[in-house]
């Protein structure tokens, strides 16, 4: 067990993408890390790996944010292996495209069951878990302002989770944890690039007035600032982390 006078973070969706540009940047901050993550363990080492590397504390655990026992024992062996948990990150998901259909109810209820109850089911554990002056933070998304045809199911998946922020802000009052959610535009990472062409990525890059997609670096700074001492004032918003996309 490391000292208990680290502060500790989990972040789930830490294997890849943002969730591992925060899970790095946390780790940069002092945080001790418990990286969570669906199937990709290789991925999830090389984070573990990096972070070690620089002299910070992670270890991997694998599990189904969905799943009600896979996020409880991921609390469990966290509370078990740093003695203590003070910022949780939701930044697990999936983006499947799938236009309103009766043929696309079964993307509906997969993007549903990732992304929302994911979230809800880690937001439920991060309120039973965290002391008092804890953060939580959930990752959703400023494509919720486009309604692109084909985002039905993610955009619908993530308007759910931006409006779960504010009432578990509500029922955590007295307490002093701050809940949260970044909402990026697009950023390059395998969720976003996956199946889209060179020129459809270029015209998405051109919407944001900055005229370029952002980097997960960029998203894990924004929760860097809501993780740390100065965001202890931000509660029950939604942060919009777009370079003007949206
Ligand atoms: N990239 C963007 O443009 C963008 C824009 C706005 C919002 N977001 C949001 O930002 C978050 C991170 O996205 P990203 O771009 O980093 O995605 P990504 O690169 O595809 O990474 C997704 C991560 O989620 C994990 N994951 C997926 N399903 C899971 C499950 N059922 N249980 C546990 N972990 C699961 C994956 O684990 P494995 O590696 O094991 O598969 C991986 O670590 C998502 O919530 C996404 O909706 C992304």
Redesign the pocket.
């Known amino acids: 067990m490391s000292t208990t006078t680290q502060k500790v973070a989990i972040v ?8 591992q540009a925060i899970a790095i940047r946390l780790a940069a901050d002092g945080f001790a890390i418990a990286i ?5 363990g290789a ?1 999830a080492e090389e984070t573990v790996h990096a972070i070690r590397t620089v002299g910070g504390t992670a270890i991997a655990i694998q ?4 799943d009600q026992h896979d996020v409880a024992r991921l609390f469990r062996q966290t509370m078990h292996e740093f003695g203590r948990i003070d910022v949780v990150v939701n ?5 499947p495209m799938a236009k309103i259909d009766v043929d696309n109810l079964g993307t509906l209820d997969k993007t549903v069951t ?2 929302l109850r ?1 979230a809800f089911n880690v937001m439920a554990q991060a309120a039973a878990h965290l002391d008092d002056g804890g953060r939580i933070i959930v ?1 959703s ?3 919720i302002a486009k309604s692109f045809p084909g985002y039905g199911p993610y955009i619908a998946s ?1 308007a759910a989770v931006e409006s779960l922020v504010p009432v578990l802000a509500n029922e955590l009052r007295g307490r002093a944890i701050t809940v949260n959610a970044i909402a ?4 390059g ?4 690039l996956e199946g889209k062409s060179e020129e459809l990525i270029t015209y998405l890059a051109k919407l944001a007035p900055l005229e370029r997609i952002g980097k997960p670096d960029e998203i894990a700074s924004a929760v860097s600032f809501l993780a740390g001492p100065d965001g202890a004032w931000v509660n029950a918003q939604v942060v919009r982390v777009n370079g003007g996309y949206a």
Not at 12 to 19: C, D, P
Not at 36 to 40: M, T
Not at 91 to 95: D, E, F
């Open positions: 789930t969706g830490g294997s890849r993408g943002i969730g969570h993550y669906a199937s990709n991925k599990g189904d944010v969905s930044s697990a998901g999936v983006m990732t992304n994911g990752l998304s400023s494509v993530k990026p535009g697009p950023v990472t395998d969720l976003f």
